[in-house]
T-cell receptor, first 110, second 115 residues
Framework: DAKTTQPTSMDCAEGRAANLPCNHS???????VYWYRQIHSQGPQYIIH???NNETNEMASLIITEDRKSSTLILPHATLRDTAVYYC???????????FGTGTKLQVIP | GAGVSQTPSNKVTEKGKYVELRCDPI?????LYWYRQSLGQGPEFLIY????????DSGLPNDRFFAVRPEGSVSTLKIQRTERGDSAVYLC?????????????FGPGTRLTVL
């Protein structure tokens, strides 16, 4: 079973920031939070990951709470191409299996 | 550079038949993963290879499923005596295991339909 919980779906207006929450209350000290997204009929695509500090890259920002029990993925200016299922995952960075949940289906509305 | 490729993109077979699904990982990636994804669900882990050996096959549902990676690059997922419940998208991912972070790069998947 997935160890993270996410809302099933969200809508966001095009051009606005999309804020996708994730709860990972049982995360252990050496586990990172990874985010992937899956656009319809494609394989998942890596977005960003973090341990305890906030992270930003060309795709998104990741805000992790101080207690590390939750995080928020931020797409600063959502476009129609950002419509996808977004998965939040715990992973220690080792090579063991990764457990995906059902993710959040983000619909960007024109 | 080339990403992860999977062939065929679609496979339709009849119940009871044998199928093979192929994955070509990114060159130099030593870790390779197979997942199965049913409609409306996230990818479900099947097996992970580190080099030629299966490091974790705990996700394989039963002994009809088997995967190999004989030379540490291309991998084949083999399903014997297929059942209708095996219908799903089978995803392959590879991962560089030296330096940097440990993202997985996914292929486009093979859609398997068992009639």
């Amino acid at each position: 079973d997935a160890k993270t919980t996410q809302p099933t779906s969200m809508d966001c207006a095009e051009g606005r920031a999309a804020n996708l929450p994730c709860n990972h209350s049982t995360i252990s000290g050496n586990e990172y939070v990874y985010w992937y997204r899956q656009i319809h009929s494609q394989g998942p695509q890596y977005i960003i990951h973090g341990l305890k500090n906030n992270e930003t890259n060309e795709m998104a920002s990741l805000i992790i709470t101080e207690d590390r029990k939750s995080s928020t993925l931020i797409l600063p200016h959502a476009t129609l191409r950002d419509t996808a299922v977004y998965y939040c995952i715990e992973n220690s960075g080792g090579y063991q299996k990764v457990t995906f949940g059902t993710g959040t289906k983000l619909q960007v509305i024109p | 550079g080339a990403g992860v490729s999977q062939t065929p993109s679609n496979k339709v077979t009849e119940k009871g038949k044998y199928v093979e699904l192929r994955c070509d990982p990114i060159s130099g990636h030593t870790a390779l993963y197979w997942y199965r994804q049913s409609l409306g669900q996230g990818p479900e882990f099947l097996i992970y290879f580190q080099g030629t050996g299966a490091a974790d096959d705990s996700g394989l549902p039963n002994d009809r499923f088997f995967a190999v990676r004989p030379e540490g690059s291309v991998s084949t997922l083999k399903i014997q005596r297929t059942e209708r419940g095996d219908s799903a998208v089978y995803l392959c991912a590879s991962r560089r295991t030296s330096g940097g972070h440990n993202e997985q790069f996914f292929g486009p998947g093979t859609r398997l339909t068992v009639l």
